[in-house]
């Protein structure tokens, strides 16, 4: 390896606060690698719950290693040498498991970079014996694994909890990773890709998958795994310090442009002791805590958990939060723990806008709820917003300034009162219709028309003291979308784009793809998708219902607190359910757990 980079892994290192032992033996070598830079993949939380889980087993040794810089990319490049793990420098190609956490699209390049840096054939059909067993995991591959999966020996589809024991069991049998691959074909939660061939209509539609049948993606229980959360601290990411830990997961909102909604479904939780137990066993390392969760004030526990935080000497922090829950007294709590900013997603600027996206809230009430965060001393607010949404008018996209105006008019107002001034910072993504939502036969808004909705909205916002902007561009979404919505064919794009050493766009046209098939054409109904090899869980009739829904104008109610629902499919109670919805989260408040799931799946 080069030295100048193993000085720095060196570095990095000796940086980290690990909160549980260092594992250094193990028969199994797996490299866990983040298709990103250390900065981003210490960040996550999957990343780091994964490692976990790995080194959990007597019989694996699991290291991790990161896309290096473009500097030390170079360096590699030029001196010959391999990329290799971050512990103990060894070389990718060298491990027995290459195993990705791959949690975003625009990193499926940095998948492939990070092979060819390794040593290892980048598709599946091009390894050997002596190669090491690719696995690709993680939210991204869990909606549309197609576009990876000629480079993936083995895809797991699902959330780690569910998947790594079964995965373990098999790739460390005495037959070796290999020959554990094809006891996996047939378990749910596992694709082999090379077990399936895809046949196309003649107008490029997929029009059959002929192999094993649908994937089930499978789900975690709380009841069964161990509490998400930071195994190793360090000052070298955005999270600098902070023990991260997931409180629960899922949201029953139903947002239909938003794809965690749907696919971390049924909610599920760790209970306030458990939590807080955990917090206090680390309280030596840290004062600083994040609460990860799609729906932090759903938990029923959650004012008490954050007084039990504060009373311990944390600063909490939380991710975006969900403004139909948001309470006085929860943001007064997170105030006297001294969080400084708040993170809120009104999405878009018009109650119109929501209506179609299912968002039930209103402007006004974005309005009170901002009041209470800034009368609370919290001087700083982040606002999510997205352009390029179906049904957007001009009118919409003036309606985000005219709600950003009237959100730092109060901050002003109370501020001013104060002598202490914040900071609105509006963050503006072009809106990527994702599969396993209703909008995945939509097509995405033509990128000249989004860049001037995000021209026009740079300039507003640039008119407004006190007020930064995050602009991403109509580019990204390029990208991003033509990786969640491609089929298999996009592989060879992929490959072009490393091997030529250009971005997509170019690997598109060098593969001979064109990108408006897969961004500006509005999908059949009945057409086979890509991605309807995976089974979530939720009916695709279900989705077409929210779709009318949304071109209707109108809203669907939150998920029930019922058991035996059958309204999207995934608390079905069939012959063989494997998960429900509790009728209420504090039904078993008895228990350090609140969801249990129904008799397990054979």
């Known amino acids: 390896m080069e030295r100048r980079l193993r000085v720095r892994h060196r570095g990095l290192l000796q940086d980290e606060v690990r909160l549980s032992p260092e ?9 866990l690698c983040y298709p990103n830079l250390y900065f981003v993949g210490m960040s996550n939380l999957g990343f780091q719950g994964v490692y976990q889980l790995l080194n959990a087993y007597e019989d694996v040794l699991c290291e991790r290693a990161f896309l290096p810089d473009d500097v030390d990319r170079e360096d590699l490049e030029r001196s ?3 990329l290799s793990s971050f512990e103990s420098g060894t070389d990718l190609n060298q491990f027995e498991v290459l195993a990705f956490s791959v949690s975003f699209e625009n990193d499926y390049l940095h998948v492939l970079r990070m092979l060819s840096l390794g040593g290892v054939p980048l598709r599946a059909a091009d390894r050997g014996p002596g190669d090491p067993v690719v696995v690709l995991g993680g939210a991204a591959l869990f909606l549309n694994p197609e576009p990876l999966a000629p480079f993936a020996d083995l895809v797991a589809v699902g959330e780690g909890e569910a998947l790594v024991p079964k995965m373990v069991e098999a790739l460390a049998g005495a037959g070796g990773p290999r020959r554990g691959i094809e006891s996996l074909t047939e378990k749910d939660g596992f694709y082999v890709p090379s077990r399936y061939e895809v046949r196309y209509n003649a107008d490029g539609t997929v029009a059959a998958y002929d192999g094993p049948g649908p994937v089930t993606r499978q789900r975690g229980w709380p009841e069964k795994m161990a509490l998400p959360q930071s195994v190793i601290l360090t ?4 999270m600098s310090m902070k023990f991260m830990v997931e409180i629960s997961r899922g949201c029953p909102c139903m947002c239909r442009f938003c794809w965690a909604g749907y696919n971390y479904l049924p909610v ?3 209970s306030r002791k458990v939590i807080v137990d955990r917090a206090r066993e680390v309280r030596a390392f840290t004062r600083r805590i994040g609460l990860v969760s799609t729906a932090v004030c759903d938990h029923p526990e959650i004012d008490g958990i954050v007084d039990d935080l504060a009373g311990l000497g944390y600063e909490v922090s939380v991710a975006s939060l969900r403004l139909d829950d948001l309470t006085p007294q929860f943001v007064f709590k ?3 723990t001294g969080v400084q900013g708040l993170t809120l997603a009104p999405e878009c600027g018009s109650d119109r806008m929501r209506r179609i996206l299912n968002k039930q809230f209103t402007n006004a009430e974005i309005l009170d709820k901002a009041t209470w965060i800034f009368e609370n001393g919290i001087q700083n607010l982040k606002l999510y917003y997205m352009v390029g949404l179906p049904g957007e008018t001009h009118e919409d996209v003036e309606a985000i300034v005219s709600l950003t105006e009237q959100i730092r008019a109060r901050m002003l107002a109370v501020g001013r009162s104060r002598g202490r001034i914040g900071r609105i910072h509006p963050s503006v993504n072009p809106f990527v219709p994702k599969p396993g939502t209703p909008y ?16 026009f909205l740079r300039k507003a916002f640039g008119r407004m003291p006190n007020v930064d902007a995050i602009m991403k561009s109509a580019r990204t979404g390029f990208s991003q979308s033509i990786l969640a919505l491609g089929d298999r064919r996009v592989a060879d794009a992929l490959e072009r784009a490393c091997l030529d050493g250009v971005d997509l766009k170019r690997g598109m046209k060098a593969a001979g793809l ?7 054409r509005g999908r059949g109904r009945d057409e086979t998708l890509p991605w309807d090899l995976v089974d979530n869980g939720v009916s695709k009739a279900y ?3 929210e779709l009318d829904k949304s071109l209707a104008e109108r809203l669907s109610p939150h998920c029930p607190e019922v058991q035996g629902c059958i309204r999207c499919g995934v608390c079905v109670e069939a012959p063989n359910p494997s998960y429900r919805l509790p009728e209420k989260w504090k039904a078993l408040g008895t228990s350090p757990l609140y969801l249990k799931p129904a008799a397990a799946r054979p």
């Open 268 to 270: 599920r939780g760790f």
């Open 514 to 520: 064109d990108p408006a098939f897969y961004l500006f």
């Open 543 to 545: 989705y077409l219902r």
């Open 23 to 31: 594992k250094r033996t193990g028969t199994l070598r797996v490299a």
């Open 334 to 336: 997170l105030a006297d």
């Open 80 to 82: 010959g040498h391999r």
């Open 440 to 455: 995945q036969w939509l097509p995405m808004e033509d990128p000249k028309e989004t860049d001037r909705k995000l021209q």
């Open 235 to 238: 000052p070298n990411t955005e």
